[in-house]
């Protein structure tokens, strides 16, 4: 049991968080801080949050875990706002889809401190974000992937682990560089390729017969283009060189297809299409 939770980010991410320990009967108080106060109220309307707080500092004010839900570039900015009322008791984590750069974050800004940062990245969300879609069961069947570095204190790993498991969630451990190669490939990369495709298709001026016509698998392969165009920003930045490679790989791919089309190899294209399918067939996603 947690006496308060410090919420950094009142948005879809922390919101659910905070309901989710709050079900669970984990925390006693919740105390959160957003950069728009708009979004603050309306959590604190919502029951998201028990009390707002005017700053991101003060928002940590008493607290004995921590999280941090804000855009991956602006972690940098709030670990320095927050560093000064952490304690070696804290338990301080994020929820950022990358983690090397907010790792990077934390050691310029932690200082003594550093020792109680979890990184964390639970694979988890909506199309929609804000705190009104904010879910108490999003995290559960889940997996949250922890990053622990060499300063990481043993206390404050166990404690994360033991928060996330209450919640529902199925637990990995990774290096950062690990995590952040992995992502490219299964979500950065095809976060990307759903933007560049409904990009495509809208600059034809068949647009709207196009989609008058689409259906389930349209719907399917671009649910994500939907996302955040901010957070999808920050993210494509921060792992700017892992994503790079997954590019150049689809890259391949995607010339090896549009080559044996043009030469009207139906054989090549069989082979390619059944090498995919067969990759595929190998994935079974996480029971819940």
């Given amino acids: 049991m947690f006496e308060q939770l410090g919420l950094i980010g009142c948005g879809l991410m922390g919101g659910s968080f905070a309901l989710a320990l709050k079900k669970a009967g984990l925390v006693k108080r919740v105390v959160g801080y957003s950069k728009s106060p708009?979004?603050?109220?309306?959590?604190?309307n919502l029951g998201v949050i028990d009390v707002e707080a005017p700053s991101a500092l003060l928002a940590v004010s008493g607290a004995d875990i921590v999280?941090?839900?804000?855009?991956?570039a602006a972690t940098d900015s709030t670990f320095k706002a927050i560093r000064h009322l952490l304690n070696s008791k804290t338990l301080l984590m994020d929820v950022g889809s990358t983690k090397r750069d907010v790792i990077d974050a934390a050691r310029r800004n932690l200082g003594n401190n550093l020792g109680t940062f979890v990184p964390a990245h639970p694979i988890a969300g909506k199309e929609r974000?804000?705190?009104?879609?904010?879910?108490?069961?999003?995290?559960?069947?889940?997996?949250?992937?922890?990053?622990?570095i060499e300063r990481t204190q043993t206390t404050q790993l166990k404690q994360a682990e033991a928060v996330w498991q209450a919640l529902g969630s199925q637990v990995r451990m990774m290096s950062p560089d690990a995590h952040d190669a992995a992502f490219a490939a299964v979500s950065h990369l095809p976060?990307?390729?759903?933007?560049?495709y409904m990009n495509g298709l809208a600059a034809q001026?068949?647009?709207?017969?196009f989609l008058s016509l689409a259906g389930p698998g349209f719907r399917d392969f671009t649910r994500i283009a939907a996302s955040d165009p901010k957070v999808w920003r920050d993210i494509f930045s921060a792992n700017k060189d892992e994503l790079l490679t997954q590019i150049a790989a689809f890259r391949d791919a995607l010339q090896a297809f549009e080559q044996n089309l043009a030469k009207n190899q139906p054989e090549e294209i069989t082979r390619?299409?059944?090498q995919a399918s067969s990759a595929r067939a190998t994935?079974?996603?996480p029971q819940s």
């Fill in 129 to 148: 974000a804000g705190v009104e879609h904010a879910d108490p069961e999003l995290y559960r069947g889940r997996q949250v992937i922890l990053t622990p």
């Fill in 272 to 274: 390619l299409i059944a």
């Fill in 205 to 209: 001026p068949q647009l709207a017969q």
């Fill in 191 to 196: 976060h990307l390729l759903a933007f560049a």
């Fill in 38 to 44: 708009s979004t603050t109220e309306k959590a604190l």
């Fill in 67 to 72: 999280l941090v839900a804000v855009p991956v």
């Fill in 283 to 285: 994935w079974q996603p």
